[in-house]
Nanobody, 125 residues
Framework: QLQLEESGGGLVQPGGSLRLSCAAS????????IGWFRQAPGKEREGVSCISSSGAVRNYADFVKGRFAVSRDNAKNTVYLQMNSLLPEDTAVYYCAAHRDYYGASCNYYAMHSWGKGTLVTVSS
């Protein structure tokens, strides 16, 4: 069973930054694409960003382009989501999820099959 754990959430003021981490245990991340998702209170979960296993493919939702950056360090078995210029509407529980990516060139929000439990990000003054 793949296990993912998010960390790095917290309370931040508008305009501030946070870096989320998604760490894997029990398996190595280097053959998995990782997606970041979020779910705000009363709203459906939505895809935020996705990175292929090699890091060659990185996708972003329009509402975070230019503000968020996804990266990975396969040696540390961790994927990161750097979030800058945070807005109150970024408040949500953020989740990471994984799917197999043998060739390092795909990342598909709809193919995710293993999920972390989430970390809460609150953007408020």
């Amino acid at each position: 069973q793949l296990q993912l754990e998010e960390s790095g959430g917290g309370l931040v003021q508008p305009g501030g930054s946070l870096r989320l981490s998604c760490a894997a245990s029990g398996f190595t991340l280097d053959s998995y694409a990782i997606g970041w998702f979020r779910q705000a209170p009363g709203k459906e979960r939505e895809g935020v960003s996705c990175i292929s296993s090699s890091g060659a493919v990185r996708n972003y939702a329009d509402f975070v382009k230019g503000r968020f950056a996804v990266s990975r360090d396969n040696a540390k078995n961790t994927v990161y989501l750097q979030m800058n210029s945070l807005l109150p509407e970024d408040t949500a529980v953020y989740y990471c999820a994984a799917h197999r990516d043998y060739y390092g060139a795909s990342c598909n929000y709809y193919a995710m099959h293993s999920w972390g439990k989430g970390t809460l990000v609150t953007v408020s003054s």
